[in-house]
């Protein structure tokens, strides 16, 4: 898992012409007249690597809160020259991951509810330095293993009162051309106060639409925990 972690922040901290720091990447145009065919992606997935570690007998105590952190990082990279990936930027990226990641937490654990923290913000601004800290060694400490991030997270899940917490390290995606793009993530589940990891997921896969569609939505279609 150490090096499974390190060599996933290392994409992070790569740079890349074609990634969202540029304006341009991140700029989201209305498509094209000739861009959708109005057909949803019919995607073919080739799973490049995969880590899944869940809790044995996992269930999460009824009534409890799941506090929802937003994506750490979030990657957007296209190529340079571009004419059909009017949609694709961070945003839309992240807004496909958490619709897939609500409707696997209510389909897993339909009794307990779930809260999003700091809604229309990253982080909370008396939040942020302790936020950005408590994550800042995952370059070199496993999520398992990191004593910063538990006391952290357990301080979070007091405060706003939740009992679980769960969040996305990161998120990338590579748009290769009109059809094909590369996906990467990391997702836990952590029981807060007890400082536990429940759910450790790695997913690096490369997804392709079979039909006439262009890969210009649904980023996170084929993500499976």
Same mark, same amino acid.
């Given at each position: 898992?150490?090096?499974?972690?390190?060599?996933?922040?290392?994409?992070?901290?790569?740079?890349?012409?074609?990634?969202?720091?540029? =304006?341009?990447?991140?700029?989201?145009?209305?498509?094209? %007249?000739?861009?959708?065919?109005? &057909?949803? =992606?019919?995607?073919?997935?080739?799973?490049?690597? /995969?880590?899944? &570690?869940?809790?044995?007998?996992?269930?999460?105590?009824?009534?409890?809160?799941?506090?929802?952190?937003?994506?750490?990082?979030?990657? @957007?990279? *296209?190529?340079?020259?571009?004419?059909?990936?009017?949609?694709?930027?961070? *945003?839309?990226?992240?807004? %496909?991951?958490?619709?897939?990641?609500?409707?696997?937490?209510?389909?897993?654990?339909?009794?307990?509810?779930? /809260?999003?923290?700091?809604?229309?913000? $990253?982080?909370?601004?008396?939040?942020?330095?302790?936020?950005?800290?408590?994550?800042?060694?995952?370059?070199?400490?496993?999520?398992?293993?990191?004593?910063?991030?538990?006391?952290?997270?357990?301080?979070?899940?007091? $405060?706003?009162? !939740?009992?679980?917490?769960?969040?996305?390290?990161?998120?990338?995606? !590579?748009?290769?051309?009109?059809? !094909?793009?590369?996906?990467?993530?990391?997702?836990?589940?952590?029981?807060?106060?007890?400082?536990?990891?429940?759910?450790?997921?790695?997913?690096?896969? !490369? @997804?392709?639409?079979?039909? *006439?569609?262009? /890969? %210009?939505?649904?980023?996170?279609?084929?993500? $499976? =925990?």
């Amino acid at each position: 898992m150490r090096l499974i972690i390190l060599l996933s922040i290392s994409f992070i901290l790569a740079s890349c012409a074609g990634s969202s720091a540029s =304006p341009d990447a991140r700029r989201e145009a209305p498509p094209c %007249d000739n861009c959708r065919s109005g &057909e949803e =992606p019919d995607f073919e997935v080739k799973i490049n690597r /995969v880590y899944n &570690e869940t809790k044995e007998n996992l269930a999460l105590d009824s009534g409890f809160l799941i506090g929802v952190l937003p994506a750490l990082h979030v990657i @957007a990279k *296209s190529p340079e020259k571009c004419d059909y990936c009017h949609s694709f930027s961070e *945003s839309a990226i992240e807004f %496909d991951f958490a619709a897939k990641e609500d409707s696997i937490l209510a389909a897993r654990f339909p009794n307990n509810q779930r /809260v999003l923290l700091f809604p229309g913000s $990253r982080v909370l601004e008396r939040d942020s330095a302790d936020f950005w800290n408590a994550f800042a060694n995952l370059r070199e400490i496993p999520l398992n293993e990191n004593q910063e991030l538990k006391k952290f997270l357990k301080e979070l899940s007091l $405060r706003y009162k !939740t009992r679980y917490l769960v969040f996305a390290s990161y998120i990338e995606v !590579t748009l290769k051309d009109k059809k !094909t793009f590369d996906w990467e993530s990391e997702w836990s589940v952590w029981d807060a106060h007890k400082g536990e990891l429940l759910i450790w997921d790695y997913r690096n896969l !490369t @997804a392709k639409s079979k039909n *006439s569609a262009p /890969v %210009d939505r649904g980023w996170a279609g084929c993500w $499976r =925990p």
